[in-house]
């Protein structure tokens, strides 16, 4: 598995990840067994966008203000930011080709 794969750690860790260049944000919760399923394909998208895009986990429980603020009321919802500004949303279980086009 890829180590590229970041969880966010405090909420002001997250405006300084999505500030700029394209980020996928993954909104999970570690009880969640669509997010579970996610991990492996997040993993995969890391990897393949590496040095072009990358991939944040927001865990929902921990920062429920950052997942309030973007309305996220499903979760897996993957959401990518440009330059901090969110620009696509996608919810429930995606797969690889499907992000990795949207990142692209």
Known sequence: MSDQVKVLGSAGEFATATKSGTVLVDFFATWCRPCQM???ILHEVA????????????????FAQIAEQFEVSSIPTLVIFKD???VQ?????QQ???LVKALS
């Open 96 to 98: 690889k080709d499907t």
């Open 47 to 62: 990897e393949q966008m590496a040095g072009k895009a990358s991939v944040i986990k927001v865990d929902t429980e921990q």
């Open 38 to 40: 996610q991990l492996p």
């Open 84 to 86: 901090g500004k969110p």
């Open 89 to 93: 949303r996608f919810v429930g279980l």
